[in-house]
Protein backbone atom coordinates (compact mmCIF):
# COMPACT_ATOMS: atom_id res chain seq x y z
CA UNK A 1 0.00 0.00 0.00
CA UNK A 2 1.20 3.50 -0.67
CA UNK A 3 1.93 6.27 0.80
CA UNK A 4 -0.87 8.71 0.78
CA UNK A 5 0.29 11.56 -0.98
CA UNK A 6 1.32 15.00 1.16
CA UNK A 7 -1.33 18.00 0.75
CA UNK A 8 -1.81 21.37 1.62
CA UNK A 9 -4.03 22.22 4.75
CA UNK A 10 -6.57 23.71 1.94
CA UNK A 11 -8.76 25.50 4.67
CA UNK A 12 -5.81 26.93 6.14
CA UNK A 13 -5.04 28.48 3.03
CA UNK A 14 -8.40 29.60 2.47
CA UNK A 15 -8.35 31.24 5.61
CA UNK A 16 -5.09 33.32 4.92
CA UNK A 17 -6.87 34.34 1.52
CA UNK A 18 -9.79 35.85 2.85
CA UNK A 19 -7.72 37.69 6.42
CA UNK A 20 -5.12 39.21 3.86
CA UNK A 21 -7.96 40.06 1.22
CA UNK A 22 -9.34 42.17 3.74
CA UNK A 23 -5.96 44.58 4.56
CA UNK A 24 -6.02 47.80 2.38
CA UNK A 25 -9.89 46.53 0.56
CA UNK A 26 -12.00 50.00 -0.12
CA UNK A 27 -15.60 50.39 -0.28
CA UNK A 28 -15.49 49.18 -3.86
CA UNK A 29 -13.91 46.33 -2.59
CA UNK A 30 -11.19 47.15 -4.59
CA UNK A 31 -7.62 46.41 -2.38
CA UNK A 32 -5.26 49.21 -2.02
CA UNK A 33 -2.31 48.05 -0.97
CA UNK A 34 0.25 50.36 -2.81
CA UNK A 35 4.42 49.70 -1.78
CA UNK A 36 4.93 50.82 1.32
CA UNK A 37 1.77 52.47 2.06
CA UNK A 38 -0.73 51.98 5.34
CA UNK A 39 -2.04 48.81 4.01
CA UNK A 40 0.60 47.13 2.46
CA UNK A 41 2.62 47.77 5.92
CA UNK A 42 0.08 46.06 7.60
CA UNK A 43 0.11 43.19 5.24
CA UNK A 44 3.63 42.79 5.78
CA UNK A 45 2.93 43.04 9.66
CA UNK A 46 0.61 40.25 9.05
CA UNK A 47 2.72 38.08 7.17
CA UNK A 48 5.39 38.33 9.81
CA UNK A 49 2.98 37.01 11.92
CA UNK A 50 1.98 33.76 9.95
CA UNK A 51 5.79 32.97 9.66
CA UNK A 52 6.49 33.40 12.65
CA UNK A 53 2.98 31.29 13.56
CA UNK A 54 4.31 28.76 10.99
CA UNK A 55 7.94 28.10 12.93
CA UNK A 56 10.04 29.26 10.20
CA UNK A 57 12.86 31.63 10.27
CA UNK A 58 11.57 35.48 9.30
CA UNK A 59 14.19 37.48 7.57
CA UNK A 60 14.16 41.09 6.01
CA UNK A 61 16.24 42.20 3.20
CA UNK A 62 17.61 45.18 2.29
CA UNK A 63 14.86 45.87 0.04
CA UNK A 64 12.26 44.90 2.56
CA UNK A 65 11.70 41.72 1.35
CA UNK A 66 10.42 39.33 3.50
CA UNK A 67 11.69 36.12 3.59
CA UNK A 68 10.38 32.83 5.77
CA UNK A 69 13.14 30.40 5.55
CA UNK A 70 13.00 26.36 6.17
CA UNK A 71 15.88 24.05 6.93
CA UNK A 72 18.13 27.10 6.40
CA UNK A 73 21.86 26.94 7.32
CA UNK A 74 22.86 29.78 5.41
CA UNK A 75 25.42 27.58 3.46
CA UNK A 76 23.20 25.35 1.20
CA UNK A 77 21.62 27.00 -1.66
CA UNK A 78 17.98 27.24 -1.31
CA UNK A 79 14.54 26.43 -3.47
CA UNK A 80 12.66 29.90 -3.41
CA UNK A 81 8.76 30.41 -3.94
CA UNK A 82 7.60 33.92 -3.91
CA UNK A 83 5.63 36.72 -5.37
CA UNK A 84 4.06 39.84 -3.74
CA UNK A 85 2.01 41.80 -1.48
CA UNK A 86 1.79 45.00 -2.61
CA UNK A 87 -1.07 45.76 -5.26
CA UNK A 88 -2.28 47.92 -8.48
CA UNK A 89 -4.52 50.72 -6.50
CA UNK A 90 -8.45 48.98 -6.47
CA UNK A 91 -6.21 45.55 -7.27
CA UNK A 92 -8.00 42.39 -6.88
CA UNK A 93 -7.23 40.06 -4.21
CA UNK A 94 -4.77 37.14 -5.51
CA UNK A 95 -2.46 39.28 -7.75
CA UNK A 96 0.92 38.14 -6.01
CA UNK A 97 -1.15 37.62 -2.54
CA UNK A 98 -2.14 33.62 -3.99
CA UNK A 99 1.96 33.52 -4.90
CA UNK A 100 2.63 33.98 -1.58
CA UNK A 101 0.33 32.65 0.10
CA UNK A 102 0.61 29.23 -1.29
CA UNK A 103 4.13 29.73 -0.90
CA UNK A 104 3.92 29.74 2.84
CA UNK A 105 1.41 27.37 3.00
CA UNK A 106 3.93 24.85 1.16
CA UNK A 107 6.47 25.67 3.20
CA UNK A 108 3.88 25.15 6.58
CA UNK A 109 2.81 21.83 5.25
CA UNK A 110 6.53 20.23 4.83
CA UNK A 111 7.48 21.54 8.06
CA UNK A 112 4.49 19.59 9.59
CA UNK A 113 5.35 16.79 8.27
CA UNK A 114 9.10 16.87 9.08
CA UNK A 115 10.29 16.00 5.74
CA UNK A 116 13.93 15.98 5.39
CA UNK A 117 15.29 17.94 2.58
CA UNK A 118 18.17 18.54 0.74
CA UNK A 119 18.08 22.24 0.09
CA UNK A 120 16.51 24.52 2.23
CA UNK A 121 13.54 26.49 1.38
CA UNK A 122 12.34 30.17 1.74
CA UNK A 123 9.13 31.93 0.89
CA UNK A 124 9.61 35.23 0.19
CA UNK A 125 7.01 38.06 -0.70
CA UNK A 126 8.93 41.07 -2.84
CA UNK A 127 8.72 44.45 -2.71
CA UNK A 128 7.17 47.01 -4.72
CA UNK A 129 6.27 44.63 -7.41
CA UNK A 130 3.57 46.76 -9.04
CA UNK A 131 5.43 49.51 -9.44
CA UNK A 132 5.04 52.42 -7.86
CA UNK A 133 8.13 53.70 -8.03
CA UNK A 134 9.19 51.63 -11.35
CA UNK A 135 8.70 47.96 -10.62
CA UNK A 136 9.92 44.76 -9.44
CA UNK A 137 12.19 46.29 -6.94
CA UNK A 138 12.64 43.94 -4.57
CA UNK A 139 13.46 40.93 -7.06
CA UNK A 140 15.85 43.58 -8.70
CA UNK A 141 17.77 44.01 -5.36
CA UNK A 142 18.07 40.32 -4.74
CA UNK A 143 19.07 39.83 -8.86
CA UNK A 144 21.73 43.18 -7.89
CA UNK A 145 20.23 44.88 -10.61
CA UNK A 146 19.87 48.17 -8.41
CA UNK A 147 21.90 51.29 -8.45
CA UNK A 148 22.36 54.36 -6.02
CA UNK A 149 20.96 56.29 -9.48
CA UNK A 150 18.02 54.23 -9.60
CA UNK A 151 17.10 54.53 -5.71
CA UNK A 152 17.51 58.33 -5.71
CA UNK A 153 15.48 58.47 -8.97
CA UNK A 154 12.82 56.55 -7.87
CA UNK A 155 9.14 58.16 -7.30
CA UNK A 156 5.67 57.48 -7.99
CA UNK A 157 3.02 59.36 -10.22
CA UNK A 158 2.32 61.71 -7.41
CA UNK A 159 6.09 62.37 -7.16
CA UNK A 160 6.63 60.54 -3.39
CA UNK A 161 10.24 59.47 -3.67
CA UNK A 162 10.78 55.46 -2.65
CA UNK A 163 13.55 56.74 -0.35
CA UNK A 164 10.72 59.20 1.99
CA UNK A 165 8.23 56.10 1.48
CA UNK A 166 10.58 53.17 2.86
CA UNK A 167 11.95 56.16 5.13
CA UNK A 168 8.20 56.67 6.80
CA UNK A 169 9.04 52.98 7.86
CA UNK A 170 12.25 53.69 9.00
CA UNK A 171 13.85 51.65 6.32
CA UNK A 172 16.72 52.98 4.22
CA UNK A 173 16.06 52.30 0.49
CA UNK A 174 19.61 52.61 -0.16
CA UNK A 175 20.21 48.90 2.13
CA UNK A 176 18.36 47.28 -1.28
CA UNK A 177 21.49 47.64 -2.81
CA UNK A 178 22.92 44.55 -0.07
CA UNK A 179 20.12 42.51 -0.79
CA UNK A 180 21.80 41.06 -3.48
CA UNK A 181 21.83 37.31 -3.49
CA UNK A 182 24.80 35.07 -5.28
CA UNK A 183 23.36 33.24 -7.92
CA UNK A 184 24.81 30.19 -6.07
CA UNK A 185 22.52 30.40 -3.06
CA UNK A 186 19.36 30.17 -5.22
CA UNK A 187 18.73 26.21 -6.36
CA UNK A 188 15.56 27.02 -8.47
CA UNK A 189 12.70 30.41 -8.17
CA UNK A 190 9.05 29.01 -8.33
CA UNK A 191 6.31 31.61 -8.66
CA UNK A 192 2.22 30.67 -8.63
CA UNK A 193 0.64 33.08 -10.03
CA UNK A 194 -2.93 34.04 -11.40
CA UNK A 195 -3.25 33.83 -15.13
CA UNK A 196 -4.79 37.49 -15.31
CA UNK A 197 -5.57 36.43 -18.92
CA UNK A 198 -8.16 34.78 -20.00
CA UNK A 199 -6.98 31.51 -21.65
CA UNK A 200 -6.95 29.06 -18.89
CA UNK A 201 -10.59 30.09 -17.94
CA UNK A 202 -11.49 29.77 -21.60
CA UNK A 203 -10.34 26.52 -22.01
CA UNK A 204 -11.56 24.65 -18.88
CA UNK A 205 -7.92 24.18 -18.27
CA UNK A 206 -6.61 24.29 -14.14
CA UNK A 207 -2.89 24.81 -14.85
CA UNK A 208 -0.69 27.17 -16.62
CA UNK A 209 3.45 25.85 -17.24
CA UNK A 210 4.39 29.04 -18.14
CA UNK A 211 7.57 28.91 -21.01
CA UNK A 212 7.79 32.67 -21.53
CA UNK A 213 7.39 35.88 -19.46
CA UNK A 214 6.81 39.55 -21.55
CA UNK A 215 9.35 42.18 -21.21
CA UNK A 216 8.08 45.68 -21.10
CA UNK A 217 8.99 49.44 -21.09
CA UNK A 218 6.66 52.19 -19.59
CA UNK A 219 7.25 55.91 -20.07
CA UNK A 220 5.69 58.72 -19.26
CA UNK A 221 5.26 61.43 -22.11
CA UNK A 222 4.61 65.01 -21.78
CA UNK A 223 3.57 66.95 -24.75
CA UNK A 224 3.78 70.96 -24.53
CA UNK A 225 1.96 73.23 -26.28
CA UNK A 226 0.39 76.24 -25.52
CA UNK A 227 -2.83 76.99 -23.28
CA UNK A 228 -5.27 79.21 -24.62
CA UNK A 229 -8.55 80.51 -24.63
CA UNK A 230 -11.22 77.98 -25.75
CA UNK A 231 -13.91 80.41 -27.42
CA UNK A 232 -11.81 83.10 -28.98
CA UNK A 233 -8.70 80.63 -30.10
CA UNK A 234 -9.58 79.83 -34.12
CA UNK A 235 -8.89 75.79 -34.31
CA UNK A 236 -6.09 76.56 -36.85
CA UNK A 237 -4.41 78.57 -34.25
CA UNK A 238 -4.60 76.43 -31.40
CA UNK A 239 -1.27 74.58 -30.32
CA UNK A 240 -3.02 71.68 -28.76
CA UNK A 241 -1.83 69.40 -26.07
CA UNK A 242 -4.46 67.00 -25.71
CA UNK A 243 -5.24 66.46 -29.42
CA UNK A 244 -0.90 65.70 -29.88
CA UNK A 245 -2.41 62.96 -27.70
CA UNK A 246 -5.72 61.90 -29.24
CA UNK A 247 -3.80 61.69 -32.10
CA UNK A 248 -0.72 59.26 -30.85
CA UNK A 249 -3.50 57.31 -29.21
CA UNK A 250 -5.24 56.81 -32.59
CA UNK A 251 -1.77 55.21 -34.28
CA UNK A 252 -1.25 52.57 -31.67
CA UNK A 253 -3.17 49.73 -33.15
CA UNK A 254 -1.11 50.69 -36.80
CA UNK A 255 2.00 50.74 -34.94
CA UNK A 256 1.62 47.29 -33.64
CA UNK A 257 0.64 46.27 -36.51
CA UNK A 258 3.54 47.30 -38.23
CA UNK A 259 6.37 46.78 -35.87
CA UNK A 260 4.44 44.50 -33.06
CA UNK A 261 3.60 40.43 -32.91
CA UNK A 262 1.07 38.53 -31.47
CA UNK A 263 1.99 39.32 -27.99
CA UNK A 264 2.07 42.75 -28.48
CA UNK A 265 -0.14 45.01 -26.08
CA UNK A 266 -0.09 48.98 -25.46
CA UNK A 267 -1.64 51.02 -23.03
CA UNK A 268 -2.31 54.41 -22.21
CA UNK A 269 -3.26 54.10 -18.38
CA UNK A 270 -3.03 57.79 -17.05
CA UNK A 271 -3.38 60.88 -18.48
CA UNK A 272 -3.19 64.43 -16.62
CA UNK A 273 -4.34 67.79 -18.80
CA UNK A 274 -2.94 70.91 -17.74
CA UNK A 275 -4.74 73.77 -16.79
CA UNK A 276 -7.49 71.09 -16.63
CA UNK A 277 -10.32 73.84 -17.13
CA UNK A 278 -13.18 73.40 -19.23
CA UNK A 279 -12.90 76.91 -21.17
CA UNK A 280 -8.96 76.24 -21.86
CA UNK A 281 -7.08 75.04 -24.95
CA UNK A 282 -4.60 72.08 -22.97
CA UNK A 283 -1.35 73.71 -22.96
CA UNK A 284 0.10 70.48 -21.19
CA UNK A 285 -0.53 66.74 -21.20
CA UNK A 286 1.67 64.21 -19.35
CA UNK A 287 0.83 60.46 -19.69
CA UNK A 288 1.71 56.57 -19.29
CA UNK A 289 2.84 54.74 -21.94
CA UNK A 290 3.19 50.83 -20.96
CA UNK A 291 4.60 48.51 -24.33
CA UNK A 292 4.64 45.04 -23.78
CA UNK A 293 6.20 41.90 -25.77
CA UNK A 294 7.77 38.64 -24.89
CA UNK A 295 10.44 39.13 -27.86
CA UNK A 296 13.55 42.11 -27.22
CA UNK A 297 13.57 42.78 -30.61
CA UNK A 298 9.93 42.98 -31.47
CA UNK A 299 10.33 45.22 -28.07
CA UNK A 300 13.37 47.87 -29.52
CA UNK A 301 11.58 47.71 -32.63
CA UNK A 302 7.84 49.26 -30.81
CA UNK A 303 10.07 51.50 -28.94
CA UNK A 304 11.56 52.85 -31.95
CA UNK A 305 8.41 53.49 -33.73
CA UNK A 306 6.45 54.88 -30.89
CA UNK A 307 9.30 57.49 -30.41
CA UNK A 308 9.50 58.29 -34.37
CA UNK A 309 5.26 58.86 -33.94
CA UNK A 310 5.71 61.07 -31.04
CA UNK A 311 8.64 63.23 -32.57
CA UNK A 312 6.64 63.45 -36.41
CA UNK A 313 3.39 64.67 -34.46
CA UNK A 314 5.19 67.49 -32.40
CA UNK A 315 6.72 68.54 -34.82
CA UNK A 316 3.75 68.84 -36.86
CA UNK A 317 1.69 69.89 -33.97
CA UNK A 318 4.35 72.77 -32.97
CA UNK A 319 4.55 71.22 -29.67
CA UNK A 320 7.06 69.94 -27.43
CA UNK A 321 7.74 65.99 -26.37
CA UNK A 322 9.89 65.05 -23.92
CA UNK A 323 9.30 61.14 -21.94
CA UNK A 324 11.05 59.28 -19.11
CA UNK A 325 11.64 55.98 -19.03
CA UNK A 326 9.98 54.54 -15.71
CA UNK A 327 10.96 50.84 -16.42
CA UNK A 328 12.82 48.81 -18.79
CA UNK A 329 12.15 44.76 -18.21
CA UNK A 330 13.71 42.54 -20.30
CA UNK A 331 11.49 39.01 -21.81
CA UNK A 332 12.93 35.94 -20.13
CA UNK A 333 12.57 32.43 -20.84
CA UNK A 334 11.42 29.97 -17.96
CA UNK A 335 13.96 27.29 -17.23
CA UNK A 336 12.79 24.55 -19.60
CA UNK A 337 14.08 21.27 -16.92
CA UNK A 338 11.47 23.26 -14.34
CA UNK A 339 8.74 23.76 -16.79
CA UNK A 340 8.94 19.75 -17.64
CA UNK A 341 9.39 18.86 -13.92
CA UNK A 342 5.96 21.11 -13.32
CA UNK A 343 4.33 19.43 -16.69
CA UNK A 344 5.31 16.08 -15.27
CA UNK A 345 4.26 16.45 -11.57
CA UNK A 346 0.92 18.07 -13.14
CA UNK A 347 0.53 14.70 -14.59
CA UNK A 348 1.32 12.32 -11.85
CA UNK A 349 -1.32 14.66 -10.15
CA UNK A 350 -4.27 14.20 -13.22
CA UNK A 351 -3.53 17.97 -13.22
CA UNK A 352 -4.95 18.81 -17.08
CA UNK A 353 -2.31 21.53 -17.78
CA UNK A 354 -1.17 23.76 -20.97
CA UNK A 355 1.80 25.76 -21.87
CA UNK A 356 1.55 29.13 -22.21
CA UNK A 357 3.54 32.40 -22.40
CA UNK A 358 3.05 35.31 -19.78
CA UNK A 359 0.88 39.05 -20.77
CA UNK A 360 1.98 40.22 -17.31
CA UNK A 361 5.43 41.30 -15.90
CA UNK A 362 6.52 38.98 -12.76
CA UNK A 363 9.26 39.01 -10.13
CA UNK A 364 10.05 35.73 -12.14
CA UNK A 365 11.68 37.28 -14.69
CA UNK A 366 14.13 38.96 -12.54
CA UNK A 367 15.00 35.84 -11.01
CA UNK A 368 15.39 33.94 -13.84
CA UNK A 369 18.63 36.22 -14.87
CA UNK A 370 20.18 34.47 -11.74
CA UNK A 371 18.28 31.33 -11.18
CA UNK A 372 16.30 28.29 -12.67
CA UNK A 373 13.08 29.20 -12.30
CA UNK A 374 9.69 27.58 -13.49
CA UNK A 375 6.23 29.88 -13.09
CA UNK A 376 2.76 27.78 -12.41
CA UNK A 377 -0.43 29.72 -13.32
CA UNK A 378 -3.97 29.34 -12.16
CA UNK A 379 -6.64 30.34 -13.87
CA UNK A 380 -8.45 34.04 -13.77
CA UNK A 381 -12.29 33.93 -14.19
CA UNK A 382 -13.17 35.86 -17.37
CA UNK A 383 -9.45 37.25 -17.31
CA UNK A 384 -10.03 39.82 -15.24
CA UNK A 385 -7.19 40.87 -13.04
CA UNK A 386 -5.92 44.54 -11.19
CA UNK A 387 -9.66 45.02 -10.61
CA UNK A 388 -11.87 43.36 -7.98
CA UNK A 389 -13.50 41.21 -10.18
CA UNK A 390 -10.14 39.14 -9.77
CA UNK A 391 -10.85 35.35 -9.07
CA UNK A 392 -10.16 31.99 -9.45
CA UNK A 393 -12.12 28.99 -8.59
CA UNK A 394 -11.27 27.12 -5.38
CA UNK A 395 -10.63 24.05 -6.90
CA UNK A 396 -8.09 25.23 -9.38
CA UNK A 397 -6.27 26.88 -6.46
CA UNK A 398 -6.18 23.86 -4.66
CA UNK A 399 -4.99 22.13 -7.49
CA UNK A 400 -1.83 24.29 -8.14
CA UNK A 401 -0.72 24.94 -4.80
CA UNK A 402 -0.85 20.48 -4.32
CA UNK A 403 1.07 20.85 -7.27
CA UNK A 404 3.46 23.67 -6.51
CA UNK A 405 3.88 21.52 -3.46
CA UNK A 406 5.24 18.55 -5.24
CA UNK A 407 7.56 20.25 -7.58
CA UNK A 408 9.02 21.72 -4.52
CA UNK A 409 9.35 18.74 -2.88
CA UNK A 410 11.15 17.31 -6.52
CA UNK A 411 13.85 19.72 -6.43
CA UNK A 412 14.48 20.30 -2.61
CA UNK A 413 14.56 16.20 -2.53
CA UNK A 414 16.80 16.12 -5.04
CA UNK A 415 19.88 14.85 -4.56
CA UNK A 416 22.93 17.07 -3.60
CA UNK A 417 25.05 18.65 -6.21
CA UNK A 418 28.49 18.07 -5.28
O1 LIG B 1 2.24 45.07 -14.70
C1 LIG B 1 2.31 43.84 -14.58
O2 LIG B 1 2.36 43.11 -15.55
C2 LIG B 1 2.33 43.21 -13.23
O3 LIG B 1 1.00 43.02 -12.81
N1 LIG B 1 3.05 44.01 -12.28
MN1 LIG C 1 1.56 40.07 -9.89
MN1 LIG D 1 -0.16 42.95 -11.01
Redesign the pocket.
Known sequence: MSKPILTINFSRLQRNIQTLGNIGQAEDRGIHRMAFSEADWAARQWFSEQINAAGLDLYEDGAANLHGRLDWDGQRPSVMIGSHLDT?PGGGPL?GALGVLVGLEVLTTIAEAQIPLHYPLEVISFSD???RFG?LFGSQAIAGQLTPALIHAARDLEGITLRDAMGHWGLDANAALFARRAPESIHAYLELHIE?GPVLDRKGISVGVVDAITG?FKWEVRLLGAANHAGTTPMDMRVDAFQGLAEFAGAINRILEEHGGPYSRATIGRVELKPGAANTVPGCVTFSLDVRDTDSATLTALADAFRLTLSALARRRKLMFEFEVLAAIPPRRCDAGIAQLISETADALAIEHLRLPSG???DAQIMAGIARTGMIFVPSIEGRS?SPAEWTAWEDIERGANLLLQVTLGLAAEPARH
Open positions: VDEEGGQLAAHH
